[in-house]
């Protein structure tokens, strides 16, 4: 197993894992801690897309040819996206754990069954 691989099989792990937390948890701060978990496995996963074993810096120059480069250059596109990704999700946690202190202070707890009444 190549390091890609096992990097790719924990991404996947980590977004099942926050999948999992958010199906079957019903506090809110657990929710959106498997929410972040997925969002954590799904930039692994983006990053290990990338990867290119005994790859190098996608410069092309003299000593690596422009045939050469398919095959031994690193993608920076998906570690682009990953970084913006780490952006949003931390703006977007930020988000829902002041959303979930706004519920706190509204009915002094943070169980969803609490909510009932704010359905459609």
Known sequence: MTISNA????????MLVGI??????????????????????SHIVIVAI????????????????????ATHVVDPV???LAVTAIVI???????MLAFA????EAKKTLSIDAFA???W
Request: net charge negative; charged share 15%.
């Open 7 to 14: 990097v790719l099989i924990t991404g996947l792990l980590l």
């Open 50 to 69: 990338g990867y290119v074993a005994d790859g190098t810096a996608p410069i092309i120059d003299g000593a690596l040819s422009i045939s050469d480069a």
């Open 101 to 104: 202190i706004r519920l706190y």
């Open 89 to 95: 999700g931390l703006a977007v946690t930020a988000v």
């Open 117 to 119: 009444e704010s359905k």
């Open 78 to 80: 998906p570690s682009a």
């Open 20 to 41: 999992w937390g958010m199906l079957t948890q019903r506090d809110i701060l657990r929710i959106i801690i498997g929410f972040t978990l997925m969002g954590t496995g």
